[in-house]
């Protein structure tokens, strides 16, 4: 049934959500992920979200904290990168979407747009974001895409102005959904098209990369089903057009990809797409993966000093869960050793005293790291890497 209870109302379909469990995290200094997540699932289309949490904040995180405009992952040169642009033109020339006006929402630092534009694109191209820090710096006017400040719940354009929006990992990161489609059906002309990418969280467990590695990025607030989506955009006025599901890469891995282009329309319609996977199972053998880790590194501690190198999501997720007295963390960044978790110092890995055991909780740079940490004059037998 319809929620009437706005805090337990499923962010997708409208319908009421329930409580499914609790996930401590962690961050750098004041961060506003510094809490506890409160993550819901809905019975009707299959969404798992962190419900006690709002796009204010995560704005201010995106604006502020984020470091996304300094990770290799997001590399618009890199070939993996690349040949997800070619994808993604692809998907809209092959249904005879080309040269319209578009706006790329969260666009980062603006590889799809500028693929576009050196492709001939003949119409108008924009890139939105609220990490300005991520947008090229002083783009040549006239002959690029052009860049503006803007959150995906209030597009800085007018009513009926576009043809074409795209949000490639956007919709994960944005609490109001609903909203978010409400604003997007009000910037594109009629019959528009909006074309939205996320992690498929039906086809986790296919890239699974690490324990609990997907539920432990924590700004990805929405675990979507195709259900979910369809709901979400049926709500709104858009009819889907086609659904894509693959696996796509990424400079440092893959990942399940779940695609809808869908089409402005008048009036609503239930959502068509049937799940295939009880998210929320997912998510709760996460949880367990990650408490039999912690156990792991505390067993290993047993009373020691112990180092952890790399202030990553893992371990964002772990710390919470580890007796910290005992523990020194380093990373090679020197932004974050000028910084602290949990009022840990986060040190120079070259200051480190070499004692006790070494965890290296980033998965994708383990080896890595693990090469730096030997370099060092870490013992083998000493260095231990998170699974």
């Not at 070619?86 to 979407?97: M, N, P, Q």
């Not at 594109?188 to 039906?202: C, K, M, N, T």
């Not at 296919?206 to 590695?213: H, I, N």
Request: hydrophobic share 40%.
């Amino acid at each position: 049934m319809k929620s009437r209870n706005n805090f337990n109302r499923c962010p997708a379909c409208g319908f009421d959500s329930a409580h499914l469990l609790d996930w401590e995290f962690s961050g750098l200094g004041d961060s506003i992920f510094n809490y506890t997540a409160n993550f819901n699932t809905c019975p009707t289309c299959g969404l798992v979200y962190i419900r006690n949490v709002d796009d204010k904040l995560l704005e201010s995180f995106y604006a502020e904290e984020c470091g996304y405009f300094a990770k290799t992952h997001f590399d618009i040169t890199a070939p993996a990168n690349q040949e997800k642009f070619a994808f993604y033109e692809k998907v809209l020339s092959e249904r005879g979407i080309v040269d319209v006006d578009m706006v790329d929402v969260g666009c980062g630092r603006g590889g799809f747009v500028n693929w576009l534009v050196r492709a001939g694109w003949g119409g108008a191209c924009y890139g939105v974001d609220v990490d300005t820090r991520s947008m090229p710096i002083d783009p040549e006017k006239g002959k690029g895409p052009l860049f503006m400040d803007g959150g995906a719940l209030n597009l800085p354009f007018e009513s009926q102005s576009l043809d074409l929006l795209t949000y490639f990992h956007v919709l994960e990161h944005v609490h109001d959904t609903r909203s978010l489609l409400k604003e997007a059906a009000r910037v594109l002309r009629s019959d528009g098209y909006i074309l939205i990418e996320v992690p498929d969280a039906e086809n986790y467990s296919t890239q699974p990369v690490g324990s609990a590695f997907w539920v432990s990025i924590r700004e990805h607030i929405h675990h979507f089903t195709g259900s979910a989506l369809a709901f979400a955009l049926n709500s709104q006025g858009f009819s889907e057009e086609a659904v894509l599901r693959q696996t796509l890469p990424t400079p440092e891995f893959s990942y399940p990809s779940l695609m809808v282009l869908a089409r402005k329309t008048h009036g609503t319609k239930a959502g068509q797409l049937q799940n295939h996977m009880d998210i929320s199972k997912f998510i709760i053998e996460s949880k367990k993966a990650l408490l039999t880790q912690a156990e792991k590194v505390n067993e290993l501690a047993d009373g020691k000093k112990i180092s952890i190198w790399g202030c990553s999501a893992e371990l964002f997720s772990l710390l919470p869960l580890l007796s910290i007295e005992n523990i020194r963390i380093c990373d090679s960044s020197q932004l974050k050793q000028m910084t602290h978790v949990k009022g840990l110092p986060i040190e120079n890995p070259a200051s480190l005293p070499i004692e006790g055991p070494l965890i290296i909780a980033p998965y994708l740079y383990g080896a890595e790291i693990e090469k730096a940490a030997l370099q060092l004059g870490w013992p083998e037998d000493s260095i231990h890497r998170l699974r």
